[in-house]
């Protein structure tokens, strides 16, 4: 299955409407998720393709179907880094989407950027996205102890980089 990043089309609306909607997805994505109607999601997605200083993608195949998002915010261009997020729908997961993404997210910011470090911060609980980055070759740089709350605990989240 050939993955790609891609510019927002009205019919990934319903996927990222999901993806905004799920809790447990939003926890992972150190959010604070709250109920989205779709006008809050039409305005996350508006707010998200027009930042000054991020990119925003849709993750999509061959066929054009939505799978999740990947940005890049915090661009520093200066410095040539920034912090990335990328969020898979639930039925596309543990299909090696996720690793394809951050890989395409990637080669767009070092090629359109010039940037040259990316950071993720990751609930340390999140296990397999922790692995799936280390083999793509991120390294664990930090902790952040009892840093994000949720499920009424503090939890610590790691900070992984990759020179690129």
């Known amino acids: 299955m ?6 927002y089309k009205d019919h990934d609306f ?7 909607n799920n809790f447990e997805l939003q926890y992972l994505l150190l959010a604070n998720p709250k109920p989205n109607t779709k006008l809050r999601v039409l ?11 991020s990119v925003f ?13 990947a940005q890049a915010v915090e ?4 410095n040539r880094n920034c912090y990335y997020g990328v969020a ?18 990637e080669e767009y910011l ?11 911060e990751l609930l340390i609980s999140n296990v397999t996205s922790i692995k799936a980055l280390e083999k793509t070759g991120y390294y664990k740089v930090g902790l952040r102890k009892e840093h994000f709350y949720y499920k ?3 939890h610590d989240v790691c900070i992984m980089e990759k020179i690129l």
């Open 57 to 69: 993608f849709v993750i999509s195949n061959d066929k054009d179907e939505t799978i999740g998002y």
């Open 110 to 120: 070092k090629n359109t950027f010039n940037i040259k470090k990316v950071i993720g």
């Open 14 to 20: 319903e996927t990222l409407e999901k993806i905004r």
């Open 152 to 154: 009424s605990a503090f």
């Open 88 to 105: 898979i729908a639930e039925k596309w997961r543990g299909k090696g989407v996720f690793t394809k993404a951050v890989l395409l997210l």
């Open 2 to 7: 050939e993955i790609i990043i891609r510019a």
């Open 75 to 78: 661009l520093d261009l200066l």
């Open 43 to 53: 305005q996350w997605i508006e707010n998200k393709t027009a930042g000054v200083n």
